[in-house]
């Protein structure tokens, strides 16, 4: 009887709903839509779906599933042999993503809007899991484009610093990391993640120093005070990196290449692996 009824609980634990939610945000053209409707192919190959593109003025929520040969974070040091794998592949680990528009103002409405909401939920139905920013490595030479992507991930990247400084008055938050998805990486004319990092972070920077004078201009006013409102803490003298926003805030930013589009000569949907890796990693 014992193994039969370890085997119902199993089941059971692995047909549960799915309740972790990733959140996707990045510029608009930079593959959000795209992705979700490959990880909505992949977890279902056999309907062969094909997601109507939603007119980007709202979110969406898919519900996907975390290839079985991924690891997650619990059993990351299975071997093949494991009889958990074998149960992984019937019963997938499933996980939901929130697509959000990301055109001008509609990211404070809707994309901000959405982290600022999802990041303080307690609840495992609408708590976060982890951000990913989506940017397309192709458009970033563009200057007004990298400006654009910079300041969209530098704010958001701000409201995650807010909640950590805020964190002592909630102390069961968790942290959300965040994904730079390095996406078109199939492109040549695709900068390569590392340098991507370098341009996002050499931009940020850019922005909290202007937005830390903007401050100190304003300070005349004793009243005022925003140190919160810096990115990376009060020394906004030093250079911002992605590592130094880690060791201050304790934000984790990792930017990890790929592409949506599929390489013919690779298995379908395999460009998207290294993200769904990392979300396996927050599972
Ligand atoms: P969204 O506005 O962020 O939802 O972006 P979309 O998903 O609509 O993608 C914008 C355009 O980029 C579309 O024409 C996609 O086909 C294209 N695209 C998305 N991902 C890739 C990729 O990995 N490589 C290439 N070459 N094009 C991509």
Same mark, same amino acid.
């Given at each position: ?40 192919? &992949?977890?279902? @190959?056999?309907?062969? !779906?094909?997601? #109507? *593109? ?8 898919? /519900? $996907? ?32 993503? &929130?697509?959000? @528009?990301?055109?001008? !103002?509609?990211? #404070? *409405? ?8 999802? /990041? $303080? ?163």
């Amino acid at each position: 009887g014992v193994p039969i009824l370890l085997h119902i609980v199993f089941f059971q634990a692995a047909a549960s709903p799915p309740t972790s939610n990733f959140l996707l945000l990045g510029p608009s053209g930079s593959g959000k839509t795209a992705l979700t409707t490959l990880l909505e192919a &992949k977890s279902s @190959p056999l309907s062969k !779906k094909t997601h #109507t *593109t939603h007119t980007s003025q709202t979110s969406t929520l898919v /519900s $996907v599933s975390l290839p079985p040969t991924v690891p997650t974070a619990s059993n990351r040091y299975r071997s093949v042999n494991d009889p958990s794998l074998k149960e992984a592949q019937r019963n997938p680990i499933r996980y939901r993503v &929130k697509d959000t @528009p990301g055109h001008g !103002k509609l990211r #404070t *409405t809707q994309g901000i809007a959405q982290l600022q909401s999802m /990041s $303080v939920a307690k609840d495992a139905a609408h708590k976060l899991r982890g951000v990913i920013f989506m940017v397309d490595t192709a458009a970033l030479v563009d200057e007004a484009v990298l400006r654009d992507t910079a300041s969209y991930l530098h704010d958001v990247l701000l409201v995650l610093q807010k909640r950590e400084l805020n964190k002592s008055s909630s102390k069961r938050l968790s942290e959300i990391p965040v994904l730079v998805a390095a996406n078109k990486q199939d492109l040549f004319t695709a900068l390569p993640p590392g340098s991507v990092k370098e341009k996002l972070e050499a931009e940020i920077d850019r922005i909290r120093k202007s937005k830390t004078k903007g401050l100190l201009d304003a300070s005349a006013d004793p009243g005022l005070d925003n140190d919160e409102d810096v990115l990376g803490n009060d020394d906004a003298q030093g250079t911002f990196s992605f590592n130094l926003l880690q060791v201050e805030a304790g934000i984790k930013v990792d930017v990890v290449g790929g592409a949506v589009k599929d390489d013919p000569a690779e298995e379908f949907g395999s460009g998207v692996r290294r993200w769904e890796e990392w979300v396996g990693m927050c599972l």
